[in-house]
């Protein structure tokens, strides 16, 4: 047995038994060839449902600390009417709530795990200890509780958190492991933008689940889902299917987070309207960009704010683009041969429907200052090579695959570095880095667009591509507990295209 293929027999193993395979029905089943109805005729019409909106979680104030109580727990959620499907859920039985909590705030979490299987929960985004990432190296045992307290560091935006148990990622984020969280703070909410949450602030986890003959989720693992990644034949936003928003505001902000395991999306609005994009993964962009559409990849998030003064009803798309360069014959077939959710299709996701007409509103001309970032200031380079064999077998980084006891990069604090981030895959990847919020510097020497002349902590880098970007690691040394950084793919991911590094 060779190193390459190590990972994909524990990958293996791991995935045969537990809530991935035996909640989900079967994740044996092949991806073609399979009769199977689509999730449009399980469901019987095309009739829009109220978008669920997560509640909103404050937690409570206890000794000066904003103090947070989860459970992840094993829940039941109808895809399709009629028809339960088993899923987890934090304090709910799929997905979870809201968390809102203020920059610069110190807060603890008391997270219970009443599943029966192991459980971590990763703070995505955030610059924190590594002891309090929750990443693969804090899991939480059945029955056991994990309790990470830290200062919030980060810029006003969305933010989410979701599984990262090695090996184990992609099926528990599937079953419904994660939640969103809004970070507040004074210099956004200075500028009086869209901010009641529910009505004229909205956050949409986009997701994407293949639907068996039953009408419920399943999760299916097999060799060429483990090389693209599983993509699903019905699109969900904050679990819900057909979503309607009625809106009672002018202008409404919608917080987009990709929350797929592997389907890239570009969104737009019907009728090539436009978009003020305003801010990305880590916060505030300088000023609005007045945008027909915005690229996510796994993990990425996007604002933007939508006119509806006109009374005029709006329907957000979300084109689900191929990412394949025809390997293993993928050129947009459907899952599973579903006639839906194919790579390539437009499909609507979200209808607004304004509740009247309002006065127009403008937004401000400038958001935040946000001076361009410096290369000169890099005191080193390093360089990831992103790599991945056929068959769904050889993912990894630098040669390697991901190691739970090998620390494969070793950065010291305080100093800023360019990362060159190397595709030599024949597809595309969004490449995450733990405890830090980069800024993109260029993509093959071009300047980066808009959506990426913010903070990014997650960020797509195409087949053959190089990105660079600038970062620095500010505080929260140790030399023994490793952050991640890894694709986004969440199958990749699972199956070794991750390494470790520790700030030194």
């Not at 009086?192 to 602030?201: I, N």
């Not at 962009?285 to 915005?294: D, G, I, N």
Request: charged share 20%.
């Amino acid at each position: 047995m060779n190193g390459k293929e190590k990972p994909f027999l524990i990958d293996r193993r791991k995935l045969v038994g537990g809530l991935g395979l035996a909640a989900f029905g079967s994740t044996a089943l092949p991806l073609a060839g399979c009769q199977v109805r689509s999730a449009a005729m399980l469901d019987g019409s095309d009739e829009r449902n109220p978008l669920a909106v997560p509640p909103l979680n404050r937690g409570l104030i206890e000794q000066g600390v904003r103090t947070f109580r989860l459970s992840v727990t094993a829940g039941e959620k109808e895809f399709v009417p009629g028809t339960a499907s088993q899923t987890i859920g934090i304090e709910a039985p799929y997905l979870g709530p809201t968390l809102d909590m203020r920059r610069g705030e110190r807060v603890r979490f008391h997270i219970d795990n009443q599943l029966s299987e192991d459980v971590t929960v990763h703070w995505h985004g955030f610059e924190l200890p590594a002891a309090a990432d929750g990443g693969p190296h804090q899991v939480i045992r059945p029955g056991k509780r994990w309790s990470p307290s830290y200062e919030v560091r980060q810029r006003a935006s969305l933010y989410w958190c979701h599984s990262h148990l090695h090996g184990r990622s992609g099926p528990q984020v599937y079953a419904g492991l994660a939640a969103p969280i809004y970070v507040r703070d004074d210099e956004e909410e200075r500028l009086g933008l869209p901010s009641e949450y529910g009505v004229d602030d909205i956050p949409l986890i986009v997701q994407d689940r293949v639907i068996d003959g039953s009408g419920r989720i399943i999760y299916p693992l097999n060799m060429r889902t483990r090389m693209m990644g599983v993509k699903g034949d019905a699109l969900y936003v904050n679990g819900t299917r057909n979503a309607l928003f009625e809106a009672r505001t002018g202008q409404v902000r919608l917080r987009i987070l990709n929350g797929s395991n592997a389907r890239f999306y570009t969104f737009s609005l019907e009728g090539n309207r436009s978009m003020q994009l305003v801010a990305s993964d880590g916060g505030l962009l300088a000023s609005a960009h007045s945008v027909r559409s915005v690229i996510l990849a796994p993990g990425e998030r996007a604002q933007v704010v939508i006119d509806l003064s006109d009374g005029r009803p709006l329907r957000l798309l979300a084109h689900t683009p191929g990412n394949t360069m025809g390997m293993m014959g993928d050129r947009g077939r459907g899952i599973m041969g579903s006639r839906e959710t194919r790579d390539g299709d437009v499909v609507p996701i979200l209808d607004i429907r304004p509740t009247g007409s309002f006065a127009a509103a403008r937004l401000p001309a400038d958001l935040v200052s946000l001076p361009p970032p410096d290369p000169s200031l890099a005191a080193r380079t390093r360089r990831f090579v992103l790599a991945m064999g056929m068959m769904g077998r050889g993912m990894s980084i630098n040669g390697a695959t991901m190691d739970m006891n090998v620390v494969n990069t070793r950065v010291p604090v305080g100093q800023w570095e360019i990362w060159e981030i190397v595709n030599a895959s024949m597809m595309a990847h969004p490449f995450h880095i733990h405890n830090v919020q980069f800024r993109v510097l260029d993509r093959d020497g071009k300047a980066p667009p808009p959506m990426e002349t913010g903070f990014k902590d997650t960020v797509i880098v195409h087949s053959r591509e190089q990105v660079r970007l600038l970062l620095r690691f500010e505080e929260h040394t140790d030399p023994d507990l490793p952050y991640m950084y890894h694709c986004h793919i969440l199958e990749h991911e699972d199956a070794g295209m991750m390494g470790q590094f520790v700030v030194i």
